[in-house]
């Protein structure tokens, strides 16, 4: 079974800090796409990042970029500069290239505190 | 581009009765997409749309909730009759179809937030 764990429920850090969500996943596939969502309190889910499992290069975006780990099956999202606005739910997710199932993990609420 | 339409936003009913849900993809999104996501956990997955047939709908209580897609655009997701667990946001999402080269991110709809009393 193809499963997604986010170990951390709730986490918060002052404003301007780095923090890093953690993301583990588990999968017999060798291609796929992993993604970082973001839902804030509207609950509009927004991509954050993805990362192609067949780049080796960690993706980045701004302030948020991701420490993937093929082998330990790991995908952790870094924010920089953390800022209020980034206060939300946020959801790691995995897709199988060419098939369109997104498995979700069960989300880290992050507070950012000013 | 228009994001994923849902409506209503907000709806409150009482157990047993009955309720739809309404959602409107992004044009040219053959993919369609409805998750139940129960306050503090990830989305769960009900049901799949490929155009206007059925992809995955394993997770989906058939015995009180029913979707359709017809002409492969806009979806229904029905609940009848309703129990209290079925408290929660329904989430639509739409996506271009795999083996795509665009098939790398789902977009979502802000939701319809259920309440049963």
């Known amino acids: 079974a193809q499963t997604v764990t986010q170990s951390q429920p709730e986490m918060s850090v002052q404003e301007a800090e780095t923090v890093t969500l953690s993301c583990t996943y588990d999968?017999?596939?060798?291609?796929?796409?992993l993604f970082w969502y973001k839902q804030p309190p509207s609950r509009q889910m927004i991509l954050v990042i993805r990362q192609e499992a067949y780049k080796q290069q960690n993706a980045t975006e701004n302030r948020f970029s991701v420490n993937f780990q093929k082998a330990a099956k790991s995908f952790s999202l870094k924010i920089s500069d953390s800022q209020l606005g980034d206060t939300a739910m946020y959801f790691c997710a995995f897709t199988p290239i060419g098939d369109d199932k997104i498995i979700f993990g069960k989300g880290t609420r992050l507070h950012i505190l000013p | 581009e228009a994001g994923v339409a849902q409506s209503p936003r907000y709806k409150i009913i009482e157990k047993r009765q009955s309720v739809a849900f309404w959602c409107n993809p992004i044009s040219g999104h053959a993919t369609l997409y409805w998750y139940q996501q129960i306050l503090g956990q990830g989305p769960k997955l009900l049901i799949q749309f490929q155009n206007n047939g059925v992809v995955d709908d394993s997770q989906l209580p058939k015995d009180r909730f029913s979707a359709e897609r017809l002409k492969g655009v806009d979806s229904t997701l029905k609940i009848q009759p309703a129990k209290l667990e079925d408290s929660a946001v329904y989430l639509c999402?739409?996506?271009?179809?795999?083996?795509?080269?665009?098939?790398?991110?789902?977009?979502f709809g802000q939701g319809t937030r259920l309440t049963v009393v």
């Open positions: 999402a739409s996506s271009f179809p795999p083996n795509s080269d665009s098939n790398t991110e789902a977009f």
């Open positions: 999968t017999s596939e060798n291609n796929y796409y």
